[in-house]
Nanobody, 115 residues
């Protein structure tokens, strides 16, 4: 079955960095686009970054220049490198993949940025 397992979240001070890995299994990782979403308390889940199977990337305007999405097909892992974090980045971060028009999600990892 499809599994997405995020890790790497935690508490960090404003201006700090975190790297979130998402380990994938149960599908052919290398041929699928992967995404990172986040959901802050009281807000809708929003797309943060996306990477295609060929490595093309796209980002939400709010994170451009600070976050970098990457993938390691050999490890079946997608990463979100987050730099210059600010309190507005506080959220649960989710890894996602769409297979045959169905979206799969990990359990999420909490990122908290203190001011």
């Amino acid at each position: 079955q499809v599994q997405l397992v995020e890790s790497g979240g935690g508490l960090v001070e404003a201006g700090g960095s975190l790297r979130l890995p998402c380990a994938a299994s149960g599908f052919i990782f290398s041929i699928n686009a992967m995404g990172w979403y986040r959901q802050a308390p009281g807000k809708q889940r929003e797309l943060v970054a996306r990477i295609t199977s060929s490595g093309s990337t796209s980002y939400a305007d709010s994170v451009k220049g600070r976050f970098t999405i990457s993938r390691d097909n050999a490890k079946k892992t997608v990463y979100l490198q987050m730099n210059s974090l600010n309190p507005e980045d506080t959220a649960v971060y989710y890894c996602t993949v769409r297979l045959r028009s169905k979206d799969y999600w990990g359990q999420g990892t909490q990122v908290t940025v203190s001011s």
